[in-house]
């Protein structure tokens, strides 16, 4: 099946270390972002990439990393620096040409004790 | 900006009632809109969308269409379920990025 899948469905982290969530499309989609959603507030984005080896900062990078080493794989780092970690976070892929319509994989949240 | 705004929530009704709920968006160029539904614990699906002015986008039931006059893509359906409960989001495409509104909570009883 086409699709996009994030691991782990829930994860649990220490405060002060770093996590990687991962990202994997099989859609051959160019593009691939990564937002963050808040209890009660939409979607915020962290990060986004159009091409393998670049990617551009979205609304509220601080704190996070990422990389793009091939189309398919785009996993996101949470860093010691984010100050509030906690959150639900989506990843999302999508075609450059026409109507850039982005399919979202489940999620994966994210609490830091 | 290139901006969302959608009608608060949270939404409750009976089943059967009718749905609406409200979205504009800032008229910077000529966005696609779309509607997403996002259930409890998953990601985001594509409800429905609509790519230039006066498109009417539908799926199970739900309807919006692009009024460009009013900078509108309110989302309608005529007799909801328990099933349509959901968080459902308004969002507009922005240089191969999307912009979303804050969603709307729907709850549909029994």
């Known amino acids: 099946d086409g699709g996009i899948t994030q691991s782990p469905k829930y994860l649990f982290r220490k405060e002060g270390q770093n996590v990687t969530l991962s990202c994997e499309q099989n859609l051959n989609h160019d593009a691939m972002y990564w937002y963050r959603q808040d209890p009660g507030q939409g979607l915020r984005l962290i990060y986004y990439?159009?091409?393998?080896?670049?990617?551009q900062k979205g609304d509220i990078a601080e704190g996070y990393s990422v990389s793009r080493e091939k189309k398919e794989s785009f996993p996101l780092t949470v860093t010691s620096a984010q100050k509030n970690p906690t959150a639900f976070y989506l990843c999302a892929s999508g075609r450059l040409e026409g109507i850039n319509e982005q399919f979202f994989g489940p999620g994966t949240r994210l609490t830091v004790l | 900006g290139n901006s969302v705004t959608q009608m608060e929530g949270p939404v409750t009704l009976s089943e059967e009632a009718f749905l609406t709920i409200n979205c504009t968006y800032t008229?910077?160029?000529?966005?696609?809109l779309f509607w997403y539904v996002q259930y409890p614990g998953e990601g985001l699906q594509l409800l429905l969308k609509a790519t230039k002015a006066d498109d009417k986008g539908s799926n199970k039931g739900f309807e919006a269409t692009y009024r460009k006059e009013t900078t509108s893509f309110h989302l309608e359906k005529g007799s909801v379920q328990v099933s349509d409960s959901a968080v459902y989001f308004c969002?507009?495409?922005?240089?191969?990025?999307?912009?979303f509104g804050a969603g709307t909570t729907v709850t549909v009883r029994a």
């Open positions: 990439s159009q091409i393998v080896n670049d990617f």
């Open positions: 008229a910077t160029g000529y966005p696609s």
């Open positions: 969002a507009r495409s922005n240089d191969y990025k999307l912009s």
